[in-house]
């Protein structure tokens, strides 16, 4: 079975603060992808990667970063932390296969609040 | 762009009663269609997927059935039960263009809530 690992369940940061999200894939996937989700607005992506150290913007790019240094791990950085980044945090990764046929398989979230 | 629209929530249905969650999307190609569920205090997890027009996807007694005439993918279960209730989103998938690999297009989710 893919397994994704999101390093936190639960976190809770100050405005300003440089926050990390981790998220580990044990499936050699060659894309990651991270996403928010926020009540009333599904999932939303914010970044993904299709290869190391290659990133691509998603919807909603602005106040993140992301790193990719190795194939299993995928990063999502909060350069200054604000209020409105609190929300549920979801990676997931995905073979690079046929394009249309690949699903993606999502780590357990991670519910950031920032106060 | 492309773009999923689901029906709004939320959802309460009693134990055995018949399941609509109606989806519906706007995509310049031919997309590949997924419908994810959300349990509670988890990730998503892939329910069922159909890759052409007129194919049906199946899963747990829940299927959805690829319709390019009216670009839908509703899903439908016979006779729900309590550990069904979740969260539904619909999905599609789209290529990269010049990039490879595969991008989701989300609905908003249709949070359903079955009763004893």
């Known amino acids: 079975d893919v397994k994704v690992t999101q390093s936190s369940r639960y976190l809770v940061k100050r405005t300003g603060e440089k926050v990390f999200l981790e998220c580990v894939q044990d499936?050699?996937?060659?894309?990651m992808f991270w996403y928010r989700q926020d009540p009333g607005l599904g999932l939303r992506l914010i970044y993904f990667s299709y290869d190391v150290k290659m990133k691509e913007k998603g919807d909603i790019p602005e106040g993140y970063s992301v790193s990719r240094e190795k194939k299993e791990r995928f990063s999502l950085i909060l350069e200054s932390a604000s209020t409105n980044q609190t929300s549920m945090y979801l990676c997931a990764s995905s073979y690079q296969g046929s394009w249309d046929n690949q699903p993606q398989h999502f780590g357990d979230g991670t519910r950031l609040s920032i106060l | 762009g492309n773009s999923v629209t689901q029906m709004e929530g939320p959802v309460t249905l009693s134990e055995e009663a018949f399941l609509t969650i109606n989806c519906t999307y706007t995509?310049?190609?031919?997309?590949?269609l997924f419908w994810y569920v959300q349990y509670p205090g988890e990730g998503l997890q892939l329910l069922l997927k159909a890759t052409k027009a007129d194919d049906k996807g199946s899963n747990k007694g829940f299927e959805a059935t690829y319709r390019k005439e009216t670009t839908s993918f509703h899903l439908e279960k016979g006779s729900v039960q309590v550990s069904d209730s979740a969260v539904y989103f619909c999905?599609?998938?789209?290529?990269?263009?010049?990039?490879?690999?595969?991008?989701?297009?989300f609905g908003e989710g249709t949070q359903l809530t079955v009763n004893p």
């Open positions: 995509a310049t190609g031919y997309p590949s």
């Open positions: 999905a599609l998938i789209e290529g990269l263009g010049e990039t490879s690999g595969s991008r989701l297009t």
């Open positions: 499936m050699d996937h060659e894309n």
